[in-house]
C-alpha cells in the first residue's frame, strides 16, 4: 500500500499555515508512526494576505488547533465581526442601508418569520424584527461579556483581524504545538513521475523536498496546480465586474475611539469601500470594476470616504481575477486559497474557503495513492458547489439594487449577467420565502437560508403570500418574536462596549474551556 503520510504545503501566508494547523491537529496521533506536515515557505515572496474579515467558523477552527482565543486576541490585532452593514447599496440614498447579521432569526428552525414579518408590513427592519444583533451593532457592543468562556458568546461572532500577524502567529503555534516542519526555501523545478503525479521539489537553496501529498497555497502565482498540473481558470468576470481594490490602513484620531464590530460596507460608482475596525487602525479599501470607473476617479472616491485627515496616506493597488480552478485536486495536487481562486472580498468569504478546503482534506486524507482520485472527485464535486453558491450569494447583492444612477449598477441588474440558479432562485422568492427547503438541502451549503432573507428583505424584496400562508403558525411566530424582543432588551443593557472587551481582554484575558 502506498501510504499517505508525507504532506507537503507550498506556500505560506493565511491559506497555507490554516491548512497546515488544520491538517496537523487531526494527525496528531499518527506523529508517531511517521506522519508528517512540511511547509515550504519563500523567503522572498511577500504575503499578499486575503483580507480581515472571517466567518464564525474560525472560533471552531481555532479551538480544535488548540489556540487560545486569549492569545489570538493579544497578537493578531483582533476585534469581534458581528456581520456585514450594506449602505447604499439598494437606492443609493444616505439613509439606505441594512445589516447581514451573524445570528439566526428567533427560532429559526422551528418557525419561518419571513412571511409574518411581510404581513405585519411594521416599522422595524427584518433584521430587526427576527434578531437583536443589528441593535447591538447599532450601538456598538461586543457579542459577549469578560467572564464568558473563549469561543463562546451570547451573540454569533466571527473575528476582524491583522492578516500578516495572523499568518505569524499561526505559524508559530504550527511549528511549536503541532510538530509542522517550516522549510524556508524558493521552489525553482517541479518533478512529475511517469504517472504525473508530483514526485519531488527542488529549491533554490538546493533542497529535494519529496511527498506524498501537495497543497498549493502559493497564491495567485498557483505553482503547483496552474504551472506544473496545467488546470485552466474559469473566469466569473461575466457576473461579477469588480477587478480593482485600493486599500489603505486608517490610523484612529484618538486611542479610545469606538470600533465597530461589524463590517462596514458602502456603495460607490461602481464599486463598494470596505471599512473593517481593528483595535490599532481601521482596514479600509475601494473594490471596483475598471471597466466602469477609471483607476483616479476610485482612488479620489475612497479618499473622499476617508476625509481630510487621511488624504496622504499611502494607497496599495491589487489586481481581483474574479473566478477559480477548473478542479481543484489533481492527481496528488490540491490547490487552496487563492491558487484555487478568488473573488472580491464582499461577505469574507476567502478565509471560510481555506478552513473549508482544509477541513475535508484533513477529514478524509486518503489512506493510499489508490483511493487518492475517489477523494479528489469528491472534493472537486464539493468545492465547486461551494464556489458556485458563494458567486451566487455575492451577485444577489448586485441582482437586487434599484439604483440606475451609473452603468456599473445597471450592468449589475441586467438578467444574463446573472447565475442561471440564482435568476431561477430569484424568480421563486417571489412566491416562497427562502427558509428550510429544498434549494438548501444539501450540507456543504456555504450561506444558510437565513442569509438569503437578510440580504433580500434588507435591501426589499418582497414576497408574494397566498391566502392562509401564516395562520397555521401564528402563535409560534408571535412568540418568537416576543422572545426576540426579551433578548435584545436583555442584551443591550449587559454586553458591554466593543473596544472595553478587547482592552479587558488583553490586560486580563478570558476565561479558558
Not at 92 to 111: E, I, K, S, T
Request: aromatic share 8%.
Amino acid at each position: 500500500m502506498n501510504e499517505i503520510k508525507n504532506i507537503v504545503i507550498v506556500g505560506g501566508g493565511t491559506a497555507g499555515w490554516l491548512t497546515a494547523g488544520i491538517i496537523a491537529a487531526r494527525h496528531q496521533a499518527r506523529r508517531p508512526h511517521g506522519f508528517t506536515v512540511t511547509l515550504v515557505e519563500s523567503p522572498n515572496v511577500p504575503i499578499i494576505g486575503v483580507g480581515e474579515g472571517t466567518w464564525p467558523t474560525l472560533r471552531s477552527t481555532l479551538r480544535q488547533m488548540g489556540v487560545s482565543e486569549t492569545d489570538f486576541f493579544r497578537e493578531c490585532d483582533a476585534a469581534f465581526k458581528q456581520g456585514a452593514r450594506f449602505n447604499r447599496w439598494t437606492t443609493g440614498a444616505v439613509d439606505d442601508g441594512y445589516y447581514h447579521p451573524l445570528m439566526l432569526p428567533q427560532q429559526f428552525g422551528q418557525v419561518n418569520l419571513a412571511p409574518h414579518w411581510l404581513a405585519d408590513d411594521g416599522g422595524d427592519t427584518f433584521c430587526d424584527a427576527v434578531t437583536s444583533q443589528g441593535r447591538i451593532c447599532d450601538q456598538g457592543l461586543a457579542p459577549k461579556t469578560i467572564t464568558t468562556p473563549e469561543y463562546e458568546g451570547q451573540a454569533n461572532y466571527a473575528y476582524h483581524l491583522d492578516a500578516g500577524k495572523f499568518s505569524h502567529f499561526l505559524q508559530r503555534h504550527c511549528c511549536e504545538k503541532l510538530g509542522v516542519r517550516h522549510v524556508l526555501a524558493d521552489v525553482t523545478e517541479i518533478h512529475l513521475d511517469e504517472q504525473g503525479d508530483i514526485d519531488r521539489l527542488d529549491t533554490a537553496q538546493g533542497q529535494t523536498i519529496e511527498g506524498d501529498l501537495f497543497v498549493d497555497c502559493t497564491g495567485f502565482a498557483a505553482l503547483l496546480i496552474g504551472g506544473a498540473m496545467k488546470v485552466p481558470f474559469r473566469s466569473c468576470s461575466d457576473t461579477l465586474f469588480c477587478d480593482t481594490a485600493l486599500a489603505v490602513q486608517v490610523p484612529y484620531d484618538r486611542p479610545d475611539a469606538p470600533i465597530a464590530s461589524h463590517t462596514i460596507s458602502t456603495a460607490q460608482t461602481a464599486g463598494w469601500i470596505w471599512d473593517i475596525g481593528l483595535p490599532t487602525r481601521r482596514g479600509v479599501g475601494h473594490v471596483f470594476s475598471s471597466s466602469h470607473v477609471d483607476v483616479e476617479t476610485a482612488e479620489r472616491e475612497l479618499r473622499d470616504y476617508l476625509g481630510a485627515a487621511a488624504r496622504d496616506l499611502p494607497i496599495r493597488r491589487l489586481s481581483i481575477r474574479a473566478g477559480h480552478r477548473e478542479r481543484f485536486w489533481v492527481r496528488n495536487c490540491v490547490a487552496v486559497g487563492l491558487a484555487a481562486g478568488f473573488l472580491e472580498p464582499l461577505e469574507a468569504s476567502a478565509i471560510v474557503l481555506i478552513e473549508l478546503s482544509a477541513k475535508i482534506i484533513a477529514e478524509q486524507m486518503p489512506a493510499c495513492r489508490e483511493v487518492m482520485d475517489v477523494v479528489a472527485r469528491r472534493f472537486n464535486d464539493t468545492t465547486a458547489y461551494r464556489w458556485g453558491r458563494i458567486i451566487d450569494f455575492l451577485k444577489l447583492h448586485y441582482a437586487l439594487t434599484q439604483r440606475t444612477d451609473t452603468d456599473f449598477w445597471r450592468d449589475n441588474a441586467r438578467a444574463e449577467t446573472m447565475p442561471d440558479r440564482l435568476r431561477e432562485l430569484m424568480a421563486l422568492w417571489r412566491y416562497q420565502s427562502p427558509w428550510l427547503h429544498e434549494e438548501f438541502d444539501r450540507a456543504d451549503e456555504v450561506f444558510p437560508s437565513a442569509s438569503y432573507q437578510y440580504v433580500l428583505y434588507g435591501m426589499g424584496a418582497r414576497t408574494a403570500l397566498p391566502p392562509g400562508t401564516i395562520e397555521r403558525d401564528a402563535a409560534t411566530a408571535r412568540r418568537a418574536r416576543r422572545d426576540n424582543q426579551i433578548s435584545t432588551d436583555r442584551l443591550l443593557r449587559s454586553l458591554p462596549a466593543h473596544r472595553a472587551l478587547i482592552d479587558r481582554i488583553v490586560q486580563h484575558g478570558m476565561q479558558p474551556l
